[in-house]
């Protein structure tokens, strides 16, 4: 299946292929033409997925055809529920449309200048991207004009809902024409997505991208930690020993990140946090650093890391746990970007036992533990629900598990013979047997 075949237009094709993409992903496949066929489309599709340009090819196509109505608002409106992640999707929107000399985007999020978002829409504007409550306070001066508009786009509905944008969602929902065509995308579709989506979409086409298998091609292990200075020296050494060339690290709190940037710093790392409550230039200014490769280790909240995109990170430490299961698949999927290999360890405390459990009845799946020699929590998690013990380990402590039955131990090779190419990966069973 080729983008052509799917009946994306010459000029976007060009683009596609300056930006190297050779054939499209799956959710590409599977929601591109239905999109072009005029359907509305719930979709269920992880962050990496490529499910960006699954409704931006669309709707780039779309705003080819002339339109026939007269004003200035916006033909596509896209709703993010982060600045980054709006940042992120204009910037695809300016790369797949680079042929289209006519298109003009904007983008309204807050932190920004208000007085230069306004010029932007004094004239005509094909594609907007936008977070709900910045949209809002322009649609309350009534600078915002949808009577031209074609497609609504909700990118990670979900996440909007779990951040109160239910109320702002539903009113610039209604300011919008009745013919216009919705594409829902969504890590879930279940319960208030659900709901929501039935209220919004008509006769929405259903493509549900099957959750990849341990997020395809990361990696990831599990290591328990008794106490908070333990979780330190268990990410001490996992910095020092992973050989990675970019990291995020999640922290549960702003004040968190901040204080384990600092001292990641001053044990010598360029070390930098990523929070939402730091001026959005200044937020700007780290990400950019980041992808310039001048920031090794990015520690930050969970908000604040959505939409980051940068394929060098080959590291994601969740040094707390997430606060919702949905949270663990968009941090892990902050590596392994197109295609590449990705390394994501999430650390516990051993009493965090259950909130471990619930991530892994969210994934369907176990997350492997492991152990590094000479860090090996004292306590063992409690036994899970249904009796059976983690990895089949039971009691063992690290040093009996050397001798069993070869069961993977932290950083062994999750995929037998799959010759992942995580140097990381490589060295675990070193450390194991170093001592
Ligand atoms: P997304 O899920 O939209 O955040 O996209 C994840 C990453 O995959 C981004 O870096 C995209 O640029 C990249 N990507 C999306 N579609 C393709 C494709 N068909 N071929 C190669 N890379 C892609």
Known sequence: MTFSELGVSPLILRALDEAGYTEPT????????????????????QTGSGKTAAFLLPSLVKLAQRSAASGKGPRVLVLTPTRELAQQVEKNATEYGTHLRWLRTVCLVGGASFGYQVRAMARPVDIMVATPG????????GRVDFSRLEVLV?????????MGFIEDIETIVRATPESRQTLMFSATLDGVVGKLAAKLTRNARRV???RAESGGNIEEHLLYADNTAHKDRLLDHVLREAGFDQAVIFTATKIGAEELADKLSDQGFSAACLHGDMPQNWRNRTLNDLRRGRIKVLVATDVAARGIDVPTID????????K?????????????RAGRDGVAITLSETKEFHRVRRIEQYL???ITEGVIEGLEPTRRPQKSGNGQRRNGNGGNNGQRRQHGQGNSGYGGPRKSGSGSGSGYNKRAPRQQSAG
């Open 154 to 162: 909700l990118d990670e509905a979900d996440r909007m809902l779990d």
């Open 208 to 210: 549900e991208i099957a």
């Open 26 to 45: 799956q959710v590409q496949a599977e929601a591109i033409p239905a999109a072009l066929a005029g359907e509305d489309l719930l979709v269920s599709a």
């Open 364 to 366: 369907k799946r176990r």
């Open 315 to 322: 590291l994601v430490v969740n040094y707390d746990l997430p």
């Open 324 to 336: 919702q299961a949905e949270d663990y698949v968009h941090r892990i999927g902050r590596t392994g």
């Open 134 to 141: 910045r949209l809002m306070d322009h649609m309350r001066q």
